[in-house]
């Protein structure tokens, strides 16, 4: 009697876990965006046009040409796609920003397409007006400055390899590039930097697109040591040609 006592218990304890794992999928699924097939394939023919050369007929790539795009989801499509770095003219550089090849319609399709070669990350819907402005200095500071500098100009990181400007990206596009890692740069998941702290670091971004300069004029926010030099020569340069006034009057 108590084998089966226990028996029974064990069954429906696997019963138990069965249901709450059932009904877990259930609701993932359900909370999946749903797959537009026409767009699809409306991406899967501007890939076959524009893409093949470098990634692919299948996706894996091709070695010195261009890496694979299997699991590289919507986010990482998305991103290189509206910055204008995909499709490039140099596989083996970094790609830079330019204006987009693809207009808004077209991304999307390559998007949706790219997104059905794998499980990659989505694009990151993250609203900055969520974050907190002091919140997103502190992390940007502690996260992001040494790259990209303080003032979100970008800076230079090794021969050839350089951290771009943040000013000049989308908040989106900034959302996706922390959460893929483009180039050079680490991939930061949720379990690094939240969902609210990327919100607040794309507010303080956009707070660094049009700062407050009430130390006098910013001089291009080109940072501390060039706007040092301009003030030496400057500074410099008034003295002499003050000197030299003195000495012509005498």
Same mark, same amino acid.
């Given at each position: ?162 951290? $771009? ?7 989106? @596009?900034?959302?996706? /590039?922390?959460?893929? #890692?483009? =180039? +050079?740069?680490? !991939? ?29 004029? $910013? ?7 060039? @706007?040092?030099?301009? /003030?030496?020569?400057? #500074?410099? =340069? +008034?003295?002499? !040609? ?9």
């Amino acid at each position: 009697m108590r084998h089966r006592a226990i028996t029974a218990v064990l069954l429906l304890a696997a019963a138990v876990v069965g249901a709450v794992l059932v009904g877990a999928w259930r609701t993932a699924d359900a909370q999946r965006a749903p797959v537009d097939d026409d767009l699809v394939h409306r991406g899967q023919e501007l890939y076959e046009t524009g893409c093949t050369s470098c990634h692919g007929f299948d996706g894996r790539g091709i070695e010195g040409r261009g890496p694979s795009l299997e699991n590289a989801g919507a986010a990482s499509a998305y991103f290189y796609l509206s910055s204008g770095r995909m499709p490039t003219d140099d596989p083996k550089g970094q790609t830079v920003r330019k204006p987009p090849k693809y207009g808004p319609a077209d991304i999307d399709a390559l998007v949706a397409y790219v997104a059905t070669l794998g499980d990659g990350p989505p694009i990151p819907d993250i609203d900055p007006a969520d974050g907190d402005l002091a919140q997103g200095q502190q992390l940007y500071t502690s996260n992001c400055a040494a790259c990209h500098n303080a003032a979100g100009s970008g800076g230079a990181l090794g021969q050839a390899i350089y951290a $771009p400007s943040v000013t000049k990206a989308s908040p989106t @596009e900034v959302a996706a /590039a922390v959460r893929i #890692g483009p =180039g +050079a740069m680490p !991939v930061f998941g949720p379990e690094s930097i939240t969902d609210h702290q990327l919100a607040s670091i794309l507010r303080y971004i956009e707070y660094l697109e049009a700062p407050e300069d009430p130390g006098g004029l $910013p001089l291009g926010r080109v940072g501390p040591v060039p @706007e040092g030099l301009v /003030a030496w020569v400057f #500074g410099i =340069g +008034a003295v002499l !040609v003050f000197t030299r006034w003195l000495g012509a009057r005498r």
